[in-house]
């Protein structure tokens, strides 16, 4: 297929520009932090969203949603990137519609997915246990009690927890801590018995919760597909998530470029435009250049997702490797090429770098994606 | 042209029936793959045959006219014969300037007869073409070029110097960029001209460079007669042709190093030499630095082909081929650090056959030139600056 997007593709990623950065530019992050707002986004817009069918992208028409693929949505996430719009899009329309849609049965799509299109439910998936991540070290175990399950345990970092009205949780019912056998999803309500959410709030401004599960009850049907098998469709939900992180940390790499190059086109210092300065443009170029391959390897993923390529997994790797590596590389330098401006909260560039750095630690960072590529290629 | 099923499995029973099992081995040495010419030593028979049979059907230049001898095959029937090609190792049966660069820009901008004249014998693998660009003066700053080519009524007479000329002393002919008016503005003064090189008034020094091989030459151009049809596209209007030709071979050194699908990988080698501990690369630091290489190298091959797509669907940035010049490049040589270390010592020999005659270190030399030749990296970084980003324009 060409990495090119087609016209209803396109269409989609000038509707996305338009609408974000008309109704959720940078500055409305700026006062959801300012504001200390107890929701962390905007719920009238995350309504918006919703009727303009960004939340039932990848949910399929049976089920209420647009049934759109993974390169569509890829280009509203990258648009997300350019305006840092504070939204579920994340931990709702991907990271739980996956989670549903590839393990769920009938009735928890028939429950959740409709809901979920509309607007109306918020669901977050919650992985890691601590601060590395680390898919296979669960955290919490759940104890098979009489017809359902006990649940105990810490989860942290889990994006959008304390608004979350539903949670989907990687629990260990057998073997071992690192076993990839044993692990099970299960969907739970946030304000079942036992469950304590403490909302974190994150250098990048967004939402960060730990979720504490004591002795928590849970019926059978709570489980989201196998008993003890859950790795496989939780390492494709993951690979799906860094596929969209990797696009956000495209459109934020790209947008600081911008913003950048047009800084340097209107500072002048010794009489010149600094943008004048072979060294600086160099600099400019180069990360130009990095921003371009990096785009590369994000439209290969989705394309991949799209045609559930068999390579998903190792491009899933090279991208959030390679992207994470490139929106470093391009928030810093925006920083040093504004000069002491940069530095300053008044200009949005630190926005742009805090929220790199949360994403590209979310489901694996830089490191993380390199050792697993070398361990998918054998060596 | 019949439709692509067919022609791949006709193409794929020619090739089994066709391509001679030497040439189905990697190429290690430079004279593995043929560049054609009048001076061409066949290193045996099988390399003379691949060659005669590809040329005959025109699948030298796959894409180029039939009517001048190309294969005449449109873009899809020209990316099943590649992939049929690799998928049997079968190696190019002609390498050469002709092909990558001078040919397609006869066929943009040449007169019928030149086309007639010279594009059948470049398919042929018959006349070996080098490229006089570079001056001793005007290396980066090539439109600065000093070449005279003066009008003496029935033909032109070129005298100067130029340097950096690939492999003059195997060519045959050479398309060559000078000066016809000399009062003009830079750009505005120069044009291409193509002559024979085996005249009187050609002389030719190979330089020894540092990889211990001398693939360029140095040239010194007194008094050559230049016939007046052998003037390209209009007089002082030649550095559109440059801009065209650089462009071709920004792609073509971009794309080197590439290697082939039947080359051992990276990984490959490093495994062999380092062995496994638990799974794992036994030396760690070496493992994070392939792999790092390994997705580089995945990214820039993607950015070529979204290039290629984008190219075709009309979207896309022009001077994407700086970009892909300096990322392939910078990625080459990385590449060839790597392999020294992943080697070690040994990949430092430079004689005895057990070290393959110092080939390792040679061409890890090699590619540190990749980064200068067709526009140094500084070059083509500058390149984007202005024409991409836009930098340093006064408002």
């Given amino acids: ?379 | 042209m019949v439709d692509l099923d067919t022609f791949r499995t006709e193409t794929r029973a020619w090739l089994e029936a066709n391509c001679p099992p030497t040439q189905r081995q990697p190429s290690e040495e430079f004279e593995d793959t043929c560049w054609g010419g009048t001076k061409w030593r066949f290193v045996n028979e099988e390399q003379r045959t691949w060659l005669n049979v590809m040329a005959e059907r025109g699948w030298t230049a796959p894409d180029w006219p039939a009517e001048y001898g190309g294969g005449g095959l449109d873009r899809e029937h020209v990316k099943v014969l590649r992939q049929e090609m690799a998928a049997i190792g079968a190696r190019q049966p002609l390498f050469s300037m002709g092909l990558s660069m001078i040919g397609p820009a006869l066929l943009k901008y040449g007169t019928e007869a030149q086309k007639q004249q010279h594009i059948p014998n470049i398919v042929a693998g018959k006349i070996w073409w080098c490229q006089g660009y570079s001056e001793p003066n005007f290396g980066s700053d090539l439109a600065g070029l000093q070449t005279r080519c003066e009008d003496k009524g029935d033909h032109y007479l070129v005298n100067g110097q130029k340097v950096w000329t690939s492999y003059a002393n195997m060519a045959d002919w050479m398309f060559c960029l000078v000066r016809t008016d000399p009062d003009a503005a830079k750009h505005a003064g120069i044009s291409l001209v193509l002559f024979d090189v085996n005249q009187p008034g050609v002389s030719i020094k190979p330089i020894r460079l540092i990889s211990g091989k001398s693939p360029f030459c140095e040239t010194f151009l007194d008094d050559v007669i230049v016939d007046k049809g052998q003037l390209v596209g209009e007089i002082n209007k030649g550095w559109e042709l440059a801009s065209y030709l650089l462009t071709h071979e920004r792609e073509m050194i971009g794309s080197m190093g590439q290697g082939n699908a039947h080359e051992q990988s990276l990984p490959e080698h490093a495994v062999e030499q380092v062995g496994l501990e638990n799974g794992i690369l036994a030396d760690s630091a070496l493992r994070t630095d392939i792999a790092g290489w390994e997705i580089d190298n995945m990214a820039y091959q993607f950015t070529a082909e979204r290039i290629g797509d984008e190219a075709k669907s009309g979207q896309g940035v022009g001077a994407a081929s700086s970009m892909l010049k300096y990322a392939g490049t910078e990625l080459n040589k990385r590449r060839h650090e790597l392999n020294l270390g992943i080697q070690g010592t040994q990949a430092l020999a430079w004689e005895g056959e057990a070290f393959k005659k110092g080939l390792v270190a040679s061409q890890w030399l090699r590619t540190k030139g990749n980064s200068i030749e067709g526009g140094t990296s500084e070059i083509q970084l500058n390149i984007i600056s202005k024409r991409i980003l836009g930098l340093g324009a006064s408002k």
């Fill in chain 1, 1 to 379: 297929m060409a990495l090119v997007l087609n016209e209803e593709q396109s269409m989609l990623k000038e509707s996305a520009k338009g609408f974000l950065q008309e109704h959720a530019p940078v500055e409305a992050l700026r006062t959801l932090r300012d504001e200390r707002d107890e929701v962390g986004y905007s719920k009238d817009l995350w309504q918006q969203m919703a009727e303009l069918g960004w939340a039932g992208i990848l949910i399929d028409e049976a089920h209420g949603g647009l049934d759109f693929g993974h390169v569509g949505m890829g280009q509203v996430m990258e648009e997300n990137g350019r305006t840092l719009t504070a939204s579920p899009l994340l931990s709702t329309a991907i990271l739980g519609v996956s989670a549903i849609s590839l393990a769920g049965n009938t009735e928890q799509k028939t429950a959740l997915l409709p809901a979920i299109a509309e607007g109306k439910l918020v669901a977050t998936l919650a992985v890691d246990s601590g601060s590395r991540h680390k898919p296979l070290n669960v955290g919490v175990t759940a104890i098979s009690k009489g017809s359902g399950f006990t649940l105990s345990g810490e989860k942290r970092f889990v994006v959008d927890g304390h608004v979350a009205d539903k949670l989907i949780v990687s629990a260990r019912t057998s073997g071992r801590e690192g076993d990839s056998e044993g692990i099970t999803l299960f969907v739970i309500d946030s304000n079942a018995p036992g469950v304590d959410i403490e909302r974190v709030i994150m250098a990048d401004s967004f939402n960060s919760s730990i979720i504490r599960f004591a002795d928590v009850k849970v019926a059978a049907d709570a489980v989201l597909g196998e008993l003890d098998k859950g790795a496989a469709a939780l390492q494709q939900v993951l690979d799906i998530g860094n596929a969209y992180l990797s696009a956000e940390l495209v459109g934020i790499s790209q947008e600081v470029l911008e913003r950048t190059v047009a800084y340097m086109n209107e500072r002048k210092q010794y009489g010149a435009l600094i943008g004048s300065y072979q060294s600086l443009q160099h600099r400019a170029a180069h990360l130009f250049s990095e921003i371009e391959l990096a785009k590369s390897v994000v439209i290969k993923l989705l394309q991949s997702l799209d045609e559930g390529g068999d390579n998903v997994p190792l491009l899933a790797s090279v991208a959030k490797a390679k992207v994470s590596e490139v929106a470093t590389l391009a928030t810093n330098e925006a920083v040093q090429l504004h000069g002491g401006i940069g530095m300053t909260d008044e200009l949005e560039i630190g926005f742009f770098m805090k929220r790199a750095r949360v994403a590209e630690q979310l489901l694996g960072d830089q490191r993380f994606h390199i050792n697993r590529f070398a361990a998918l290629n054998g060596y």
